[in-house]
C-alpha cells in the first residue's frame, strides 16, 4: 500500500523556513507514494487569495510537485457539518456561552485550575446547563461555540486508545489533555481539531507528519477517530526551526519568509540546506 502524506497550511500569511521543512519532511516521508498539499483555510477572515497564490509559488520555487486538485477545506463545509451531527447525535457536544473574558474570570475565581498543553482548561461552565435554557439563548441568536464532552465522550470507547508516532513509539491516548475542547462556532462548521481528522480520513492520508509542538493533540485526535469511526493513521512529529533565541518561527518573522529569503538573493538548495541543519538535530 502506497504512502499518503500531506502538507497543509494556512493561508494567512507568507510560508517561512519551519513551513519548508514541513513541507519537504512530508514529501520525503511519503516514500514514492503520494503527496497532497491541503489548504486550511477555514478561517476566512484571515485567509487571502494572494497567501494562497504563494504558497503554491514558494513549493515550487523550492522544487516541489503534488497532486491536483488541490483540497480546500472552505470547498468542504458539509463534511465537516456532518461530522458535528454524528457528534451531536451521540450527544457528546454542548453549546457554550462564554466568552474569554468570562472563562479568564472563572478561571481565576476556581484557584489552582487543571492545566492543559495551551494552558488552563475550560472550567466546564456550560456544560450542566440545561437543555430549554441551551435552546433559548441559540434561538435569541447568541454566540456560541460547540464543545466536546470529553468524559461523556470517553464512554463511547471500548478498550484502551492507542497511537503510533514513527519516530516516538506507542502512545496511550490521554484524549482528556485539553479538557472540553471547541470543535466548532455558531458561523464556522469546524475548528482545526475537527476538520483535520474528517481532512485526512477522507484524503486517505496513511502518516500524519507535522511538528512536535501538535504532538499532545494528536490524543483529542485519536478520540475524535474513534467517536466518528474513522481510520487511524500513523504520525511523525518532527522537530521545529527555531531563530536565535530559541523561539519557534511564526507567521509575523517575515524576515525568515521564502519571498524574503528568496528577495535576498537566496537559492533554494540554500534553504533546504539551512532547515534541514537546524531541524534534523532535534530530530527523536
Not at 503554491?56 to 477545506?73: H, I, N, S, T
Not at 433559548?136 to 503510533?164: I, P
Amino acid at each position: 500500500m502506497p504512502e499518503v502524506t500531506r502538507f497543509a497550511p494556512s493561508p494567512t500569511g507568507w510560508l517561512h523556513l519551519g513551513h519548508a521543512y514541513a513541507a519537504v519532511f512530508a514529501q520525503e516521508q511519503s516514500a514514492g507514494g503520494r503527496f497532497l498539499i491541503r489548504l486550511e483555510d477555514i478561517d476566512g477572515t484571515r485567509a487571502r487569495p494572494e497567501y494562497e497564490e504563494a504558497i503554491f509559488e514558494d513549493l515550487a520555487w523550492l522544487g516541489m510537485e503534488w497532486e491536483k486538485p488541490v483540497r480546500r477545506q472552505s470547498d468542504h463545509f458539509a463534511d465537516y457539518r456532518a461530522a458535528l451531527a454524528k457528534l451531536e447525535g451521540m450527544g457528546v457536544l454542548y453549546p457554550c456561552f462564554c466568552t474569554r473574558r468570562e472563562i479568564q474570570e472563572e478561571i481565576a475565581r476556581a484557584g489552582n485550575a487543571p492545566q492543559g498543553p495551551d494552558g488552563p482548561l475550560y472550567p466546564g461552565t456550560c456544560r450542566n446547563r440545561g437543555v430549554s435554557e441551551r435552546a433559548q439563548r441559540m434561538a435569541a441568536g447568541e454566540s456560541y461555540a460547540l464543545r466536546l464532552d470529553v468524559a461523556k465522550a470517553a464512554g463511547f470507547v471500548e478498550g484502551d486508545l492507542e497511537w503510533a508516532d514513527r519516530g516516538r513509539g506507542v502512545f496511550q491516548a490521554q484524549p482528556g489533555v485539553f479538557g472540553d475542547v471547541v470543535l466548532a462556532r455558531k458561523d464556522t462548521p469546524a475548528s482545526y481539531h475537527l476538520a483535520v481528522v474528517v481532512d485526512d480520513a477522507l484524503q486517505g492520508i496513511t502518516l500524519v507528519t507535522r511538528g512536535e509542538d501538535l504532538l499532545e493533540a494528536t490524543h483529542l485526535h485519536r478520540l475524535l477517530q474513534a467517536l466518528l469511526e474513522l481510520p487511524v493513521p500513523e504520525w511523525r512529529h518532527h522537530g521545529l526551526i527555531t531563530d536565535e533565541s530559541g523561539k519557534r518561527l511564526a507567521k509575523r518573522d517575515d524576515a525568515r519568509s521564502l519571498r524574503s529569503l528568496r528577495a535576498a538573493g537566496w537559492t533554494a538548495e540554500r534553504v533546504r540546506d539551512t532547515m534541514f541543519q537546524t531541524a534534523h538535530s532535534k530530530q527523536p
